[in-house]
């Protein structure tokens, strides 16, 4: 009964992103809703789009095996994230009139570091993509009672998801992201109050946490742990900044306010939500202390699936994996639409000039094939848990694309020349400390790859300028005029 009522919600959903695929006739569709979404549904996009497998599955789990410090960057960080980027970069990037954040970096900077920002953002996606469809196998084995294998859960996942995000591009997600918010806000309070009750209240998972330690949030007074909480932080906070998926998002919107306060209100909202699993998971310990403690020693992503499994009646288990499930859909759909967007309009449209809008639009719709196909072989191929897969998959963006963006916006005297020397230090100095640091460097490598991203950015910028580089074009963009700059003045 449980699996066939799942199946029946996927068939919905599926069904739901294929009539929104009706409205999509060109590439604006495709990949920013043609800019007419209102303030209810960015919202909504922005709050299902972060709230994944690692909210529901991997944060919980994280935080049984530490503390509230060892989660310091998702939730906050990511919640950080979308609200920095309401506040500090949804207005001047909205009025760029952009399809994609990699646009950004060519009309700042030029076509080299269009393509070297691109192509980190795009392999950003890997890990997170891949996080929500080992997240659907897991998902699809626990509730068939493991007559489905996990693999097997993940290509059929895979296949559904990959369907209704192929045809219905962002107005897809953007429908389905609706629903599923909706989904997922009302199962979660439904099962938090069910654990609430069998474990006599809140305050008594809360008292029990606090006895533990588990609510030690800042790191002890070493040197060693500060950087390595820092590096934790700011790995989401700012390196999801620079990120397609964000971005798309911000232009989706049908007005500037809207871009600015749907992800301000998304983010808090995900932040206050992504408490509820976490309060789950803890419960777990104190209704099932034996199960949890097997799943610690086994795979303790496990553990809120098989407490709503042994310990819950048959209503409650389809409230959760519906809302499970929708948090994964609404997640995984996002993120494989938006680095197919931004390979096909950054890397591959610029190679074919002569594309017409309707063969740009094909071109996005095969590359979100190939891209998704991509990401389902890494992810049967991966060995790291849900959180650890989303959690490393921004280092690259934090060391290569954070710097440029935000000096782009907000510094005039940054250069082509900056940018470029901002992404070689910051790569170069994150993949040295990997490789040459040993196992457990003093200094993080992606905090030390950011600061030498910041030294970069500044040295290039204001020692002698070999690039030709034009200021007046950070003028325009905070003037809004930057959607009217011509081809020759963006690679000037």
């Given at each position: 009964m449980l699996l066939s009522l799942v199946i029946a919600y996927w068939v919905f959903s599926v069904a739901l992103g294929l009539w929104a695929a009706l409205r999509v006739k060109n590439t604006s569709d495709f990949a920013v809703a043609g800019r007419h979404l209102p303030f209810y549904m960015v919202t909504a996009t922005v709050f299902a789009t972060w709230f994944g497998s690692e909210a529901v599955l991997g944060i919980p789990a994280t935080f049984i095996d530490g503390n509230l410090g060892s989660i310091v960057a998702d939730p906050f960080g990511a919640a950080l994230c979308l609200i920095f980027v309401g506040i500090f970069f949804a207005a001047p990037l909205y009025r760029m009139k952009l399809l994609t954040i990699g646009d950004f970096y060519k009309r700042r900077y030029g076509r080299p570091v269009e393509v070297m920002t691109t192509l980190a953002i795009v392999m950003s996606y890997l890990g997170w993509v891949g996080a929500q469809l080992m997240a659907l196998g897991l998902v699809f084995h626990v509730v068939s009672d493991g007559a489905i294998s996990?693999?097997?859960?993940?290509?059929?996942?895979?296949?559904?998801?990959?369907?209704?995000?192929?045809?219905?591009?962002?107005?897809?997600?953007?429908?389905?992201?609706?629903?599923?918010m909706v989904v997922i806000v009302l199962g979660l309070i439904y099962i938090g109050g069910e654990v609430s009750e069998m474990v006599g209240g809140v305050a008594v998972v809360v008292d029990h946490a606090a006895a533990a330690g588990k609510l030690g949030f800042w790191p002890e007074a070493d040197l060693k742990e500060v950087l390595a909480f820092i590096a934790a932080a700011i790995t989401l906070m700012l390196g999801s900044i620079p990120q397609q998926d964000v971005f798309q998002r911000v232009q989706s919107a049908k007005s500037e306010k809207i871009a600015v306060w749907g992800s301000i209100t998304g983010g808090v909202l995900y932040l206050l939500f992504a408490m509820i699993p976490l309060f789950i998971g803890y419960a777990a310990t104190l209704i099932a202390p034996d199960m949890v403690k097997e799943m610690m020693a086994s795979d303790t992503q496990l553990i809120l699936p098989s407490l709503v499994m042994q310990h819950m009646p048959l209503i409650a288990q389809v409230v959760f994996f519906g809302a499970l499930l929708s948090a994964i859909k609404g997640c995984a759909s996002a993120t494989l639409l938006a680095p197919s967007v931004s390979f096909a309009e950054n890397i591959l449209k610029p190679m074919l000039p002569t594309l017409t809008d309707k063969q740009l639009l094909r071109l996005m719709q095969l590359v979100t094939l190939v891209f998704g196909f991509c990401t389902l072989a890494y992810a049967l191929n991966s060995e790291s848990t849900i959180f650890g897969m989303v959690e490393n998959a921004y280092q690259i963006t934090l060391v290569a694309a954070f710097i440029p963006l935000a000096f782009g916006v907000y510094w005039r005297k940054a250069t082509n020349q900056g940018a470029l020397l901002s992404i070689a230090f910051g790569v170069a100095t994150w993949q040295a400390i990997i490789w040459l640091g040993g196992d457990d460097p003093l200094v993080p490598a992606h905090l030390a790859g950011l600061v030498a991203s910041l030294v970069g950015m500044l040295l290039g910028s204001l020692m002698p300028q070999y690039l030709m580089h034009d200021h007046q074009v950070h003028d325009k963009l905070h003037r809004g005029e930057m959607a009217h700059l011509s081809e020759e003045q963006s690679h000037s």
């Open positions: 996990q693999t097997a859960g993940m290509c059929i996942g895979f296949a559904s998801i990959l369907i209704y995000t192929l045809f219905g591009g962002m107005w897809a997600v953007a429908i389905t992201d609706l629903v599923q």
